[in-house]
């Protein structure tokens, strides 16, 4: 995964006093990963210069245990993702980089209006980058997050990009968790995919400048199996007496083989084959349903939740010019808490559909028990987990 929340702002976040005992834990946790960092290619000059006068980060764990769980629903997510003003802001963008952004699509062959799309998904177009300095963030984390494996191997990741020359201490900011620059690059990320795209030597995505950042992303994509001139998904609909059990990225057809089951796009017409393609309904059988492409798992190797990947790929078409989406959502629905997911799986399991386990999260078993149980009540079998579902176990 290439991002995180973006924690800009305010430079190392709000004064707190931090506990003694966090700091000297804090130092002595340093002075044992220093060893292990030298183990890595680490120089002593590097971990000197990257260590100096940084401090346990109160802000940072904060952030990092007291995170709104993500309970929106797709379409109030998209309402935001793709809202008219960042679709004005990416035309803008586009027309203003547009030479750049011609010769990043032809070096990589990703289409300049998905870059931008990702772009603005991240920091809106380069406005909202975040300014905690990255060192101390991931030491913070690494000591005493909830995933300081993870963590510590993006510390390493950093200090790696600090001893190759890339960006300076002071000049390595980002994000609270992290991520970095105009298109929120994790450490491992950028060591594994940014590009010196001006040629200056340096692989900078944190300057004002954007081109080394939009390149990286191209290259990140690209690498990731992006197609050139073919879609990312298609907005399609869906036969009377449809087989919900067809849905899902397991489940994949060609466009041909899709269309004589009966599916067409928003204007009825067939899908052209753009390669194997699946049938994703993020919101059940009451909102929009689309015919997804090799594209779609690109864009997924960067950020893999299907809502992220569903507006990158929509806001890249509103900025090429395309219509928007043409189905109606469940508005009166909303998206399930955890506690609320939890109890689904309980209710479910208890009436005869297991799901595997209760853990809150909707995956392959709860959508397979969710299904079963709209089957044995006459309900439309599209194994959406919605509150309406929930009711009605109650």
């Known amino acids: 995964m290439v991002t995180e929340a973006t924690g800009g702002g305010i430079l190392g976040g709000p004064e707190s006093i931090v506990p003694a005992s966090a700091n000297l834990g804090f130092d002595r946790w340093i002075a044992g990963f220093r060893g292990r960092a030298m183990a890595q290619g ?8 990257a260590f100096r006068d940084i401090s346990y980060n109160t802000y940072v764990i904060e952030k990092d245990r007291n995170q709104a769980e993500f309970t929106k629903a797709i379409w109030d997510y998209l309402d935001s993702a793709v809202s008219e003003n960042r679709i004005d802001n990416g035309i803008k963008a586009l027309r203003k980089h547009r030479k750049l952004l011609e010769r990043i699509e032809k070096a990589y062959g990703v289409e300049k ?3 931008v799309a990702v772009w603005g998904l ?29 963590f510590e191997s993006q510390l390493i990741a950093a200090l790696k990009i600090l001893q190759s020359g890339d960006v300076d201490v002071r000049h390595m900011t980002g994000s609270w968790a992290g991520a970095m620059g105009h298109t929120q690059f994790i450490p491992t990320s950028y060591l594994s995919f940014a590009v010196d795209f001006t040629g200056d030597g340096k692989r900078d995505i944190w300057s004002d400048d954007p081109a080394d950042a939009l390149a990286s992303t191209a290259a990140y994509l690209a690498r990731s ?8 998904g298609v907005e399609v609909r869906l036969p009377a007496g449809f087989d919900y059990g067809l849905t899902g990225e397991k489940v994949k057809k060609s466009a041909a083989d899709w269309a004589a089951l009966g599916v067409r796009d928003s204007a009825g017409r067939t899908v052209g084959d753009h390669g194997p393609a699946s049938i994703l309904m993020p919101a059940g059988a009451r909102g929009a349903a689309f015919m997804i492409f090799p594209n ?4 997924e190797r960067y950020n893999a939740a299907d809502a992220y990947v569903i507006a990158v790929g929509h806001l890249s078409d509103r900025i090429a010019g395309g219509p928007p989406i043409q189905a109606t959502w469940p508005r009166e629905d909303r998206a399930l808490v955890l506690d609320e997911r939890r109890e689904l799986q309980e209710r479910l399991t208890k009436a005869g559909f297991d799901t595997g386990g209760v853990d809150g999260k909707i995956g392959p078993n709860t959508v397979a028990a969710v299904r079963a149980f709209q089957r044995s009540i006459g309900m439309i079998p599209d194994g959406y987990a919605s509150l309406e579902i929930l009711r009605k176990l109650r």
């Open 296 to 299: 779609f798992h690109a864009i």
């Open 42 to 49: 680490i120089s002593q000059t590097v971990l000197d210069r």
């Open 122 to 150: 991240e920091s809106a177009y380069g406005e909202i980058r975040g300014d905690v300095p990255l060192i101390e963030a991931l030491a913070t984390l690494a000591y005493d997050g909830r995933r300081g494996r993870f």
């Open 113 to 115: 209006e998905v870059v």
């Open 225 to 232: 199996g992006w197609r050139k001139d073919q879609p990312w």
